[in-house]
């Protein structure tokens, strides 16, 4: 005889037991599995947001986050597109389009003449004004409305994600 034929309690312990790890893992696994899809459900939201706010003032995303960038008056096209995973060429068109809706201005630096100098032009300075007054309408309507315990246990959860998802991403490299 083993020990659950003469203990037959002990058998119903272990058996509960394992349902128990198993019910807790497969429960585990559904709420990830959930938390994974309502993030993925924000970041679609988050970027169709973005390119509704870009279409009203008449830019798509990617000129709006040229523009952004001209706007903190260290543009550099070629790190630009290193930091989008672009080429230059796809950077250099974006540019070309802006200032064909005279959004923005290209000078020689007067200071260095090999390089170029990226601004806003009055009208680029109101659809940048336009875009971040939406833009903030938006976060007054719907995060200012949010319980401030929950939005910053949300930020906490945000930045371990971050860090766990960049320390595996270096692993796998």
């Known amino acids: 005889m083993t020990r659950f034929e003469t203990r037959p309690y002990l058998r119903r312990s272990l058996t509960w037991v394992n349902y128990l790890s198993v019910a807790t893992v497969t429960n585990n696994a559904a709420q990830i599995h959930r938390a994974i899809a309502q993030l ?4 679609e939201l988050f970027q169709q947001r973005r390119a509704q706010l870009a279409k009203h003032v008449g830019l798509t995303e990617q000129q709006w986050l040229v523009m952004e960038e001209i706007s ?12 989008q995973e672009s080429s230059a060429a796809a950077v250099s068109k974006i540019i070309r389009q802006l200032v064909d809706k005279e959004l923005i201005s290209v000078s020689i630096s007067e200071s260095d003449g090999r390089q170029r100098q990226y601004e806003l032009t009055a009208q680029g300075k109101r659809v940048m004004s336009a875009l971040r007054q939406r833009r903030q309408k938006a976060i007054d309507a719907i995060w200012t409305e949010l319980d401030p315990k929950q939005l910053s246990l949300f930020a906490d959860l945000s930045e371990q994600l971050i860090t766990a998802i960049e320390a595996y991403s270096r692993r796998e490299t």
């Open 72 to 83: 903190t008056e260290h543009f550099m096209p070629s790190m630009f597109a290193r930091s």
């Open 40 to 43: 993925q459900k924000l970041t």
